[in-house]
């Protein structure tokens, strides 16, 4: 099921927005006594519905509360869980500089089935394994679920994990992609290094 967002505008000050997620999303987005909507919820100061059999979950809130609360990062939270990320790391969303991106590999290997998970089988890799060293080494976190990829991180986390993502779709060897990079976290570090620097002297 794939991930839509809409809106619909019910007078001057009220609105609603809709993500439309995979059935077998909607018990995670809940949550254990239904805590994870509740966090959404009191967090970002929205009203949730979620719809299980038609997989809409409805957005509302009030313009006038726009200053205390954040529709769109509810909206990122829901569209986060609805690709395969777990709360834990959905939640990341509410810390200002982070933020949610989708990439859909069909743009890379066409609707090849079979391209498909020859691709997802090469971002995962055995037990995870590559999965896990783009997240180490860009610093944003990837979930791989159907036709998509998200990645949730900081802008410069997400871009260089979505440029190791396409060039493993172009073929690329892991052992390139990882070098590739290596050499942008050497660069973070230099740079946090000459800020740190420039502190202290």
Same mark, same amino acid.
């Given at each position: 099921?794939?991930?839509?967002?809409?809106?619909?505008?019910?007078?001057?000050?009220?609105?609603?927005?809709?993500?439309?997620?995979p059935g077998e999303r909607i018990g995670v987005l809940i949550g254990k006594k239904g805590a994870v909507?509740?966090?959404?919820?009191?967090?970002?100061?929205?009203?949730?519905?979620?719809?299980?059999?038609?997989?809409?979950?409805?957005?509302?809130?009030?313009?006038?509360?726009?200053?205390?609360?954040?529709?769109?990062?509810?909206?990122? +939270? +829901?569209?986060?869980?609805?690709?395969?990320?777990?709360?834990?790391?959905?939640?990341?969303?509410?810390?200002?500089?982070?933020?949610?991106?989708? =990439?859909?590999?069909?743009?890379?290997?066409?609707?090849?089935?079979?391209?498909?998970?020859?691709?997802?089988?090469?971002?995962?890799?055995?037990?995870?394994?590559?999965?896990?060293?783009?997240?180490?080494?860009?610093?944003?976190?990837?979930?791989?679920?159907?036709?998509?990829?998200?990645?949730?991180?900081?802008?410069?986390?997400?871009?260089?994990?979505?440029?190791?993502?396409?060039? =493993?779709?172009?073929?690329s060897s892991h052992k390139s992609v990882y070098a590739m990079l290596q050499n942008y976290r050497r660069?973070?570090?230099?740079?946090?290094?000459?800020?740190?620097?420039?502190?202290?002297?």
């Open positions: 099921m794939e991930n839509q967002l809409g809106a619909t505008k019910y007078g001057p000050e009220i609105s609603q927005q809709f993500v439309k997620i909507v509740e966090r959404i919820k009191q967090e970002c100061r929205v009203n949730v519905e979620i719809e299980s059999e038609t997989g809409n979950v409805i957005v509302g809130y009030d313009f006038s509360s726009l200053l205390e609360g954040d529709p769109f990062k509810a909206l990122e +939270i +829901i569209s986060a869980i609805a690709r395969g990320f777990s709360p834990e790391r959905a939640f990341k969303l509410l810390h200002e500089d982070v933020v949610f991106q989708l =990439l859909d590999i069909r743009d890379y290997v066409g609707n090849s089935q079979s391209s498909m998970s020859r691709l997802k089988g090469r971002i995962i890799g055995e037990r995870g394994k590559s999965r896990r060293t783009i997240e180490e080494l860009s610093g944003a976190d990837v979930s791989v679920y159907g036709h998509t990829v998200g990645f949730i991180g900081i802008f410069e986390a997400i871009k260089v994990a979505v440029e190791a993502i396409i060039l =493993l779709s172009k073929g660069k973070v570090k230099q740079e946090k290094m000459s800020l740190w620097e420039e502190q202290f002297t």
